[in-house]
Every structure is written in structure tokens, then in C-alpha cells.
């Protein structure tokens, strides 16, 4: 959530479950977008509503305005993460290929060349919403806009990269594997990870 105290999480069919004061609002019904995989949910901080993107690269809005979706094709790849930027009314949506799709307010700062045999796993803000992060499942960061490295342009995890999230002060970021794991750049920290938990 915009003040840190709570989060969401989305079930591949679209179920939205809340913790701390995120305001859960409803799930996607069957249908709802089609019956794509759900790859992501994002908080819009003006409206306090929701938006939920799926494989097949569309966006369903939750009690936030609808944007529009990824207009997709055999060449761009499925869509795999979305982000909406601080200031609202907006968001990002990339695929597994490296293409992003800027809606609303949202500023589009380029995409990803993608090497064969590697696709993007997820994408995250910086605090500001002028730029933003690109990880590859296989560990490499692209940085667009004013986002800014803080370690190797490849990481070696020993696990494939599942999420990124940025530091309150965009000064650094945290990496998740599928396996769990979390790997700290810059001045995030493992004392500092999800920041919105107690203590």
C-alpha cells in the first residue's frame, strides 16, 4: 500500500487476498479479462483501487479507472509483471520479451532486447515514477529512466528471479528468487525488507 502498513496478494485465477490496511475491494470473477494466468497486481494511490493484469496482456481495473491493455502478439511474448507509477492514474506492463507498455500518466522510458533462451521475470518503480527496473529470470538488470544500478548488471542468485522491489529513497533494491531468497543492493536491507512489517 502507499503508506507501507499492508500489502496484496493475487492467486493466478485472480483472487485478491489484503494483510495490514490494504482495502480489499473484490477478486476478478471467472472471465473477468479473460482466462489467461494472473501475473500481477498494483495499488493506484489516487483511487485506493486496484489493477490486475493477465498472461494474455490485459488490465482490469478494481475501484481504479481502466487504462487500457497490452495489445499482444506471438513475438512479444506473454505479459509478466506490472507496476504502477507513485503518482497514479498510471502504470507499466512487460513481457516475457522485454516489451513495455506505458498506460495513463505513465511515461515510457524503453524496452529490453532480450537474449535468446532468457525472458523478464518482473519490473518495479522507482519512487518517483521516472523510471523504472527490468530483472530477467536469469539474474540480469536493465535500468531505465533515472532508475540507477547498484551491483553487477548480471547477478548470480542460484535461483531463477521471481521479483524486484525499490527502497523507499530508490537508492537501492531488493531481488526475490523462486527458491526465496532475497538479495539486497545499494542501501536496501535484509532488516529493511518489506518495510511495511512491524519492527
Not at 47 to 55: E, Q
Not at 109 to 119: K, R
Request: hydrophobic share 40%.
Amino acid at each position: 500500500t502507499p503508506d507501507r502498513h499492508g500489502y496484496y496478494l493475487v492467486t493466478r485465477s485472480g483472487q485478491v487476498l489484503t494483510f495490514g490496511d490494504a482495502r480489499n475491494l473484490g477478486s476478478l470473477a471467472a472471465g473477468n479479462g479473460g482466462s489467461a494466468p494472473v501475473v500481477g497486481i498494483a495499488v493506484d494511490p489516487v483511487t485506493g483501487g486496484y489493477w490486475i493484469a493477465r498472461s494474455n496482456g490485459s488490465v482490469i481495473g478494481v475501484g481504479a479507472p481502466s487504462l487500457g491493455s497490452f495489445g499482444l502478439t506471438p513475438v512479444t511474448g506473454p505479459a509478466v509483471s506490472l507496476a504502477a507509477i507513485p503518482q497514479g492514474e498510471g502504470y507499466y506492463l512487460v513481457t516475457a520479451n522485454g516489451d513495455v507498455g506505458a498506460f495513463g500518466n505513465a511515461l515510457p522510458y524503453g524496452n529490453l532486447t532480450v537474449h535468446a533462451g532468457q525472458s523478464v521475470a518482473a519490473m518495479a518503480t522507482t519512487p518517483d515514477g521516472l523510471g523504472y527496473y527490468l530483472v530477467t529470470k536469469g539474474g540480469t538488470l536493465a535500468t531505465f529512466g533515472n532508475a540507477q544500478p547498484f551491483g553487477a548488471a548480471v547477478m548470480h542468485l542460484g535461483a531463477p528471479v521471481a521479483a524486484i522491489a525499490v527502497s523507499v529513497d530508490g537508492f537501492g533494491f531488493w531481488v526475490v528468487t523462486t527458491k526465496g531468497s532475497v538479495t539486497s543492493y545499494g542501501d536496501a536491507s535484509s532488516t529493511k525488507f518489506a518495510g511495511f512489517l512491524p519492527g
